[in-house]
């Protein structure tokens, strides 16, 4: 499968949990893959640091392109691995503290 882009891109990792104080954190220039297949899979070189129980991710793009979405699944390992997040054209549902489906951040 071709990848839409593959380089540099702002990556934030989000905790966003209706009823607490939202987290993030945003590493500049991470080497990234992005696929898309109906989803965008991100693929991470190195270990990606965000906060405990992210459950959201925006990838900015050097040309303004912007992916985000809800965390579906993945693996983050500090030899890289891959976030699968839904994009969707609407605003992002609220979860409530541990609905994580199954994701948890390592």
């Known amino acids: 499968m071709p990848y839409v882009y ?4 702002s990556v ?3 905790a966003r949990y209706l009823g607490l104080e939202w987290a ?3 590493t500049l220039e991470c080497p990234v893959r992005l696929l898309n ?3 965008v899979r991100v ?3 190195y270990y990606l640091q965000g906060p405990k129980a992210a459950n959201t991710l925006r990838v900015m793009l050097p040309h ?3 992916a985000q979405g ?4 993945g693996w983050n390992q500090p030899t890289g691995g891959w976030l699968l997040i839904d994009v969707e054209q609407y605003d992002l549902a609220y979860e409530s503290p541990g ?4 994701w948890q951040w390592r």
């Not at 593959?6 to 891109?9: H, M, R």
């Not at 809800?70 to 699944?73: A, E, F, M, Q, V």
């Not at 609905?99 to 199954?102: D, L, R, Y």
């Open 70 to 73: 809800p965390i579906l699944d």
């Open 43 to 45: 693929e991470l070189q």
């Open 37 to 39: 297949a109906g989803r």
């Open 12 to 14: 934030t990792v989000m």
């Open 64 to 66: 303004g392109m912007m």
């Open 24 to 26: 993030e954190l945003t």
């Open 99 to 102: 609905s994580s489906k199954g």
């Open 6 to 9: 593959e380089g540099p891109a």
